[in-house]
């Protein structure tokens, strides 16, 4: 039994179809057992999110439901202080020493991989899964001290992830979504809502409308 968990953290503000389809294509590309989606409480690399935690948690929830394997953790919404992926995978592993968890980030995050806290330490953790994004391209790209790595733990071979418990990387071709998440707000900023359907589940549509939550401060007023 393929027993390799794969793992997606964001903001998910809000989680959209994008996010979505993601995490299916990978989870069934590796014959993953399954996909978290996990919700940054306190991200330490980009602005605060719009919606509040409780808000992203419960979109998160919504939006899985009919997406067979995905998964919500909150551990890092219920967690105090700046959510470090290396302390989620620290928790993951102390849960279930024996499973093998795959860290999937796309090309833009490994980018910036080495201003992560403990950076290197991710690869004594989990594995991690890199998917494209468009425009932005890594061959070459990388910081010297991030390559090092790429080069010693690059595979072809998705099934070295269940053989080997941690520290390889494998790169995994998704469909290109041209989704954005501010371009999502922006429209319901606007009461745009027939520009954001069928971009993010019906279900988290309607609960965003319930509870008013991309619109301007002002229409609260």
Same mark, same amino acid.
């Given at each position: ?11 998910? +503000? ?10 299916? /294509? ?19 690399? =980009? ?18 439901? +009919?997406?067979? *394997? ?7 919404? +219920? ?13 993951? =592993? ?29 690869? *004594? ?25 790429? +080069? ?56 965003? /409308? ?12």
């Amino acid at each position: 039994m393929n027993d390799v968990l794969g793992l997606l953290g964001g903001t998910f +503000d809000p989680i959209h179809c994008g996010h979505l389809e993601l995490a299916r /294509e990978v989870m069934q590309g590796l014959a993953l057992r399954a996909v978290r989606l996990i919700p940054a409480g306190d991200p330490p690399h =980009r602005a605060a999110p719009v919606a509040t935690a409780g808000e992203r948690l419960a979109m998160v929830r919504l939006a899985v439901a +009919d997406y067979p *394997g995905l998964e919500t953790d909150a551990r890092e919404i +219920d967690r105090p202080g700046r959510s470090y992926t290396v302390l989620t995978l620290e928790e993951l =592993r102390a849960e279930a020493p024996s499973r093998h968890l795959a860290l999937i980030i796309g090309t833009d995050a490994l980018l910036g991989l080495t201003t992560w806290h403990r950076w290197r330490d991710l690869f *004594g953790l989990a594995h991690l899964v890199v998917v494209a994004r468009p425009g932005v391209a890594i061959d070459g790209q990388l910081p010297e001290s991030l390559a090092q790595e790429w +080069d010693r733990r690059i595979t072809t071979d998705p099934g070295t992830l269940q053989r080997e418990a941690v520290g390889r990387i494998v790169r995994q071709v998704i469909t290109p979504r041209a989704i954005s998440a501010s371009a999502i707000r922006a429209a319901l900023a606007r009461h745009d809502i027939a520009a954001v359907r069928g971009l993010l589940p019906a279900a988290v549509l309607a609960y965003i /409308e319930r509870n008013r939550i991309y619109e301007p401060a002002t229409d609260a007023t």
